[in-house]
C-alpha cells in the first residue's frame, strides 16, 4: 500500500553516533539511532530539550548506510579535582579554584566516523512540517556532537511508496555521493526477520537522558537512488 514517507541524507565530514559513555572513552556506533534522528529533526523544528517532543517519538524510522566512514579518534585532557576538596561547587572553574595544587589531570577518548553518509525514511507523523524544517532548520543541524556538522543540506522530501525501501530509491544524494548503493537497512524490528539487536536508542527523558532499550532489525538491501544532485 502507498504511502507517504520523509527522505533525507545525512551527510557528513566528521560523526559522533552515541555509544555507551564512559568516564574516559565515549565511542561512535556505526550508524546514528533513533535518538540521534529524533534530536536532528527536533533542532530543525527549534524545539530544545524542555519541550515537548511527543510528535516526534511516534514517528517511525529506518536508517540505510549508504557509507559508514572509517574511524578517528581524538583525546581531551580534563581537570578534576577530590569531592572532598570542593564540595557543592556552582560551577567547575570553582572546584578547580580550590586546590589547584590538588587537581588531577587525565586523558579521554572520542571516537568519530569520518566520511559518512545515511539515508532516512520517516513515516506516521507530520511530515510536510519535518519536511519544511529540515530544509529551512531553525538551529545547526549536527550528526552527533556539535562539532560535526552537516556536509550537505539534507534534502529532505516526501514521496509516496510502498514501504521505506522503496522510499529511499527517490532520494537526493549529495553530488559527491552519486552513484553509492545501500547495503543494509536499519529500523525497528517487527518480527519479520533479519539479525536483530537490542539498542539503548529510545528518549525516556531528555532532561535526565534516560533512554529505553529497543529492538532493531539489520536488513539486507540494495538501494539505488534513482534522483540525481
Known amino acids: 500500500m502507498m ?3 520523509l527522505v533525507f541524507t545525512l551527510a557528513a565530514t566528521m560523526a559522533a553516533m ?3 559513555a564512559g568516564h574516559e572513552r565515549r565511542g561512535s556506533l556505526l550508524w546514528p539511532g533513533r535518538s540521534a534522528i529524533l534530536g536532528l529533526m527536533g533542532a530543525a523544528l527549534g524545539l530544545r530539550r524542555e519541550d515537548d517532543f511527543s510528535a516526534l517519538d511516534a514517528v517511525s524510522i529506518g536508517v540505510a548506510v549508504f557509507e ?3 574511524g578517528l579518534r581524538d583525546y581531551h585532557t580534563v581537570e578534576t579535582i577530590p ?11 570553582q572546584a578547580l579554584r580550590a586546590d589547584p595544587l590538588r587537581n588531577n589531570t587525565t586523558i579521554t577518548l572520542r571516537d568519530y566516523r569520518v566520511g559518512v553518509l545515511y539515508g532516512v525514511a520517516v513515516w506516521g507523523g507530520p511530515l510536510e512540517t519535518l519536511c519544511t524544517a529540515l530544509n529551512s532548520p531553525q538551529f545547526t543541524l549536527y550528526l ?5 556538522p552537516l ?18 530509491t527517490k532520494m537526493i544524494l549529495p553530488p559527491w555521493f552519486a552513484g553509492r548503493s545501500a547495503t543494509r537497512f536499519i529500523t525497528d ?12 536508542d529510545a528518549p525516556r527523558d531528555r532532561q535526565l537522558w534516560h533512554f529505553a532499550p529497543r529492538r532493531v ?5 540494495d538501494i539505488r537512488p534513482e534522483g540525481g544532485a
Not at 144 to 148: A, D, E, M, N
Not at 189 to 200: F, I, M, N, Q, S
Not at 217 to 221: E, S
Open 3 to 5: 504511502q507517504p514517507h
Open 18 to 20: 552515541g555509544d555507551l
Open 68 to 70: 559508514q566512514g572509517a
Open 83 to 93: 569531592t572532598a576538596v570542593a564540595k557543592r561547587p556552582n560551577s567547575r572553574p
Open 144 to 148: 552527533g556532537r556539535k562539532s560535526c
Open 151 to 168: 556536509s550537505a543540506p539534507p534534502g529532505a522530501r516526501v514521496v509516496l511508496a510502498d514501504g521505506p525501501e522503496a522510499a529511499l
Open 189 to 200: 524490528d517487527d518480527g519479520t526477520g533479519g539479525h536483530v539487536e537490542l539498542r539503548h
Open 217 to 221: 532489525a539489520f536488513h539486507t538491501v
